[in-house]
């Protein structure tokens, strides 16, 4: 597979479309496929771009990894279903808990959910289903910061060496691998996705993982999806390229009731982007941050901080994990 990039002016979305159907069909031959869409933009780019190249050859499976956000999976399965797509939800839950307990590292806390992905959840459903290729929605971007070594993109494989065939039993097909994010949005458009799932902020593999500094447990996935949804609430329309919650794991002494309260901090970060290679944090009005630190403190329990991040990428990444 070509791994040049097709830069959004150079990009004919129906000739891409018709180019890469062609080649899954190809590659697939008469065999079955599986995918899996979490509901961001390149997953569901890939699911459609996949049905319409394979149809009843192709399952796509939501896998619930239980770092969702609120409602998300139930959410993005009725959507498919709307939109013709038959979706399999599928109850990792426990799966991805039992690999990320105790794991504190950045990057083996993304390995972990890599390999619980790969290694544990993919390999069943390739069993049961009989396939022998799964396809994903590898960006340009994942596999250009994963190969610099600033993070390792839960989704980038072949392109460090490893072979998915040897390793997990199924090969990888990436029909958007020369592509960035903008360019990604714009096929999903030409392929009638509705413009919820085309205009979707980014948001990463590793889910609200990558939102937890520290240890992933039960309790602070509860907090940081609350904060979450709060924080894409108040922000959906600032247009900003991607906005986030973090949960730091340093807690502070805060005053509640006239009484001392020492509780957790949650970080806001706001992005102005084209493509995530480089950030800068828009612009807020006081007015809104004031608005988010109120609600964060008031209806997410245990939080007695909020902080806005400031820093530029680089030298700060989009995630902090
Ligand atoms: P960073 O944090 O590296 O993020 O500046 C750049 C863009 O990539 C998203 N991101 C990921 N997406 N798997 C993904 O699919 C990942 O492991 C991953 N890590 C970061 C991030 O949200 C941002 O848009």
Known sequence: METTEIPLEKL???QFIEKQTQHIKKQVGDHKAINALSGGVDSSTVTLLGHKALN?????????NGIMRQNEPQHITNLFKKIGVPVQLIDARAEFMKALKGV????EKREAITQTFYRDIFSQLIKKSKAKYLLQGTIYTDIEETLAGVKRQHNVLEQLGINTQE????????????????????IAETLGLPQEIYDRPPFPGPALAARIIGEVTAEKIDTIRKATFIVEETLE????????AILHEDKVTGIRGGKRDYGNQIEIRCWDS?????GTPTQLPHEILFKLA???TTEVKGVVSVTYNITCKPPSTIEAV
């Not at 009843?56 to 619930?64: A, K, V």
């Not at 504190?104 to 990057?107: F, G, S």
């Open 12 to 14: 004919n979305p129906t």
């Open 56 to 64: 009843s050859q192709l399952t796509t499976y939501l896998i619930d």
């Open 104 to 107: 504190t590292d950045p990057e």
């Open 167 to 186: 390793t997990y039993g199924y090969k990888i097909i990436e029909p958007l691998i020369q592509l960035r994010k903008p360019a990604v949005r714009k």
């Open 237 to 244: 329309n600032t247009n900003a390229f991607q906005y986030m």
């Open 274 to 278: 084209l493509d995530a290679k480089t």
């Open 294 to 296: 109120d609600r964060i």
